[in-house]
């Protein structure tokens, strides 16, 4: 790793649902405490060479631990309660290259070194794999510069096409190339974003094949038993360092009317928002106006530095010089406590949207099967309040730069509106599994009443009936038919019948069967008690 001021760091985070899926078969439903079970996801991961175990050590660890609460430290250090697991890659001194397609004849080339790899598990089935990587590419004109570094951010994170075709996606968003390599001492991994995209389940191998071949992503025919999926659509998180005195002064400049020029600079928002360089997205002066102000702390201003956070991003602007702050104290904490900030909240706001999902699969499963819901039921609420109660916090640390910070990225990111959200979710599933229960207990009911009316029929009414051995032949085929076709649709597993099974509405045949049964019974009883 070189020793000299890198020109800008970059830390690329890919959140990802993880689902334990075993030798289930891929389109199974899979209940709850089996898909998020994290003690079979170690056991996988351990079968992967490229992967080791990741321990905070030294200042970083002694940093974190003050800089945090205690009870936060368990959503960032590896224990016994297995709340996250950190690995990190094996593989040292990497490469990550980035190729873009300027035009039909020129092409643009950046070549990052990789500080280091991770990889974090969370227990609510979330993951983040992180690129941690540093740019050193010189350029003699600074908006060149500026240029490259946005380019950097903003290719760079890309996993797979935002649109096709694919040539009109490399022209405005996609790179041409991104690969790693690592010397020769592991086999280099290249995504060309060339095929593959119109079957709708591709991920760039940058991911996959840095993850290892325990986990799979929407393929029916991998041997990977860790499903994943994306958290938010074709790109990467970012986190950002980059150290420009031009940029720097520009923004912290005051205007005739007194107020700070960021507030209403577009590069800026272009820099926050991971647009490219003179191409901001948005395209009104007061919208301008009002991004910049809702997404920038402030609270260094006058010192020329500034941080951008989105929902996206976390991007951070200082002068360059020699200080030490700026080289030394300032890079170590990006890369250790407001990455671990950023992680807080990024699995936060990846959770509850993942409980989003196991909503929608529980109800569809219980609509297809119509069992089973209670019990799934009870599995996710005790998920959702140990999440709760373990790695949802609305303060994180007692500094104040702190507080304001992950107080600012918390709202960026509408944490505490989807999690009042989920939380009336999971309050309409308690009443909707409470109905069930109850709906169950009433035919247990209606079954007993109907059962001691039939039963008490003739002393009440004084009814002398005797069953005839057709009447009985009769019944027992009935009785055999219908029983048939309740097993039938308990056991077969095709979709489509277990659906029109479904619409014939089996509960309101099966009812009647019990009843008479228990008549006849009642009559057979008596038969043979009268011979």
Same mark, same amino acid.
């Given at each position: 790793?070189s020793?000299?001021n890198?020109?800008s760091?970059?830390?690329?985070l890919f959140?990802?649902k993880?689902?334990y899926?075993g030798?289930?078969s891929?389109?199974?439903?899979?209940?709850? #405490?089996?898909?998020l079970?994290?003690? +079979?996801?170690?056991?996988?991961?351990? %079968? @992967?060479?490229?992967w080791?175990?990741?321990?905070?050590?030294?200042?970083? #660890?002694?940093?974190?631990?003050?800089y945090y /609460?205690n009870n936060?430290?368990d959503?960032?250090?590896?224990?016994?309660k297995?709340?996250?697991?950190?690995y990190?890659? %094996?593989?040292?001194n990497?490469?990550?290259?980035i190729?873009?397609?300027?035009?039909? !004849?020129?092409? !643009? /080339?950046?070549e990052?070194?990789?500080?280091? &790899?991770?990889?974090?598990i969370y227990?609510?089935g979330?993951?983040?794999?992180?690129f941690?990587?540093?740019?050193?590419?010189?350029? +003699?004109?600074?908006f060149?510069e500026?240029?490259?570094?946005?380019? *950097?951010n903003?290719y760079?994170?890309?996993?797979?096409?935002?649109? @096709?075709?694919?040539?009109?996606?490399?022209?405005?968003?996609l790179?041409?190339?991104?690969?790693?390599?690592?010397?020769?001492?592991?086999?280099?991994?290249t995504e060309?974003?060339?095929?593959?995209?119109? +079957?709708?389940?591709?991920l760039?191998?940058?991911?996959?094949?840095?993850?290892?071949?325990?986990? $799979?992503f929407?393929n029916?025919s991998?041997?990977g038993?860790?499903?994943i999926?994306? =958290?938010?659509?074709d790109?990467?998180?970012v986190?950002c360092h980059?150290?420009?005195? /031009?940029f720097s002064?520009?923004?912290?400049?005051?205007?005739?009317?007194?107020? /700070?020029?960021?507030?209403?600079d577009?590069d800026?928002?272009?820099?926050m928002?991971i647009d490219?360089f003179n191409?901001?997205?948005i395209?009104?002066?007061?919208?301008?106006?009002?991004s910049?102000?809702?997404h920038t702390y402030n609270?260094w201003?006058?010192?020329?530095t500034f941080?951008?956070?989105?929902?996206?991003?976390?991007?951070?602007?200082t002068e360059?010089?020699?200080?030490?702050?700026v080289n030394?104290l300032l890079?170590?904490?990006?890369?250790?406590l $407001?990455?671990?900030?950023?992680?807080?909240?990024?699995?936060?706001r990846s959770t &509850?949207?993942y409980?989003?999902? @196991?909503?929608?699969?529980?109800?569809?499963?219980?609509?297809?099967?119509?069992?089973?819901f209670?019990?799934?039921?009870?599995?996710?609420?005790?998920?959702?309040?140990d999440?709760?109660?373990?790695?949802?916090?609305?303060?994180?640390?007692?500094?104040?730069?702190?507080?304001e910070?992950?107080?600012?990225?918390?709202?960026?990111?509408e944490?505490e509106k989807?999690?009042?959200?989920l939380d009336?979710?999971i309050?309409?599933l308690?009443e909707?599994?409470?109905a069930?229960?109850?709906?169950?207990?009433?035919?247990?009911?209606?079954y007993?009443?109907?059962a001691? #009316?039939?039963?008490? @029929?003739?002393g009440?009414?004084?009814?002398?009936?005797?069953p005839?051995k057709?009447?009985? =032949?009769?019944?027992?085929?009935f009785?055999?038919?219908?029983? #048939?076709?309740?097993?039938a649709?308990?056991f *077969?597993k095709?979709?489509?019948?277990q *659906?029109?099974?479904?619409k014939?509405?089996?509960?309101?045949?099966? +009812?009647?069967?019990?009843?008479?049964?228990?008549?006849?019974?009642?009559?057979?009883? %008596?038969?043979?008690?009268?011979?």
């Amino acid at each position: 790793m070189s020793e000299k001021n890198y020109i800008s760091k970059h830390i690329f985070l890919f959140p990802f649902k993880w689902a334990y899926t075993g030798s289930n078969s891929k389109d199974k439903y899979i209940e709850i #405490s089996e898909k998020l079970d994290i003690e +079979k996801i170690a056991k996988e991961i351990e %079968k @992967l060479n490229q992967w080791g175990n990741y321990s905070f050590e030294g200042y970083d #660890s002694y940093n974190l631990k003050k800089y945090y /609460y205690n009870n936060v430290g368990d959503v960032i250090f590896s224990d016994k309660k297995n709340t996250v697991l950190n690995y990190i890659y %094996k593989y040292r001194n990497g490469k990550y290259c980035i190729t873009i397609k300027n035009n039909e !004849s020129e092409k !643009s /080339y950046y070549e990052l070194e990789i500080k280091n &790899i991770r990889l974090n598990i969370y227990k609510t089935g979330i993951g983040v794999l992180i690129f941690n990587l540093e740019n050193y590419n010189e350029s +003699k004109d600074l908006f060149e510069e500026m240029k490259d570094v946005f380019k *950097i951010n903003n290719y760079g994170r890309r996993v797979y096409p935002q649109f @096709l075709p694919i040539d009109e996606a490399k022209n405005k968003i996609l790179p041409e190339e991104v690969s790693i390599n690592f010397c020769k001492i592991h086999e280099e991994i290249t995504e060309k974003f060339e095929y593959g995209y119109e +079957k709708d389940n591709y991920l760039s191998n940058i991911i996959t094949k840095t993850l290892g071949d325990v986990f $799979y992503f929407n393929n029916e025919s991998s041997a990977g038993k860790i499903k994943i999926e994306p =958290i938010i659509d074709d790109r990467m998180y970012v986190i950002c360092h980059y150290k420009n005195n /031009y940029f720097s002064k520009k923004l912290s400049d005051k205007n005739i009317k007194n107020e /700070y020029k960021y507030l209403e600079d577009v590069d800026w928002n272009s820099f926050m928002f991971i647009d490219n360089f003179n191409d901001c997205t948005i395209q009104d002066k007061d919208m301008i106006l009002n991004s910049n102000k809702k997404h920038t702390y402030n609270r260094w201003t006058d010192y020329g530095t500034f941080y951008g956070l989105t929902r996206y991003s976390t991007l951070v602007l200082t002068e360059k010089n020699e200080d030490f702050f700026v080289n030394k104290l300032l890079p170590s904490h990006i890369e250790n406590l $407001y990455l671990n900030m950023v992680l807080l909240v990024l699995v936060q706001r990846s959770t &509850i949207l993942y409980f989003y999902d @196991l909503i929608t699969d529980m109800t569809n499963n219980f609509i297809i099967s119509n069992k089973n819901f209670e019990k799934e039921y009870e599995k996710l609420n005790i998920e959702f309040i140990d999440f709760k109660n373990r790695m949802y916090f609305n303060e994180v640390t007692p500094q104040e730069q702190g507080i304001e910070m992950y107080r600012k990225m918390r709202e960026v990111m509408e944490i505490e509106k989807n999690f009042e959200i989920l939380d009336e979710k999971i309050k309409g599933l308690y009443e909707f599994s409470n109905a069930v229960k109850t709906r169950k207990k009433n035919n247990i009911l209606f079954y007993l009443t109907l059962a001691a #009316s039939i039963l008490t @029929l003739e002393g009440v009414l004084g009814i002398k009936t005797e069953p005839t051995k057709n009447l009985l =032949i009769g019944y027992l085929i009935f009785l055999g038919i219908g029983i #048939s076709i309740y097993i039938a649709s308990m056991f *077969i597993k095709n979709k489509n019948i277990q *659906i029109f099974f479904k619409k014939l509405k089996l509960e309101k045949i099966i +009812k009647p069967i019990i009843l008479i049964t228990v008549y006849v019974i009642y009559f057979i009883i %008596k038969l043979l008690f009268n011979k």
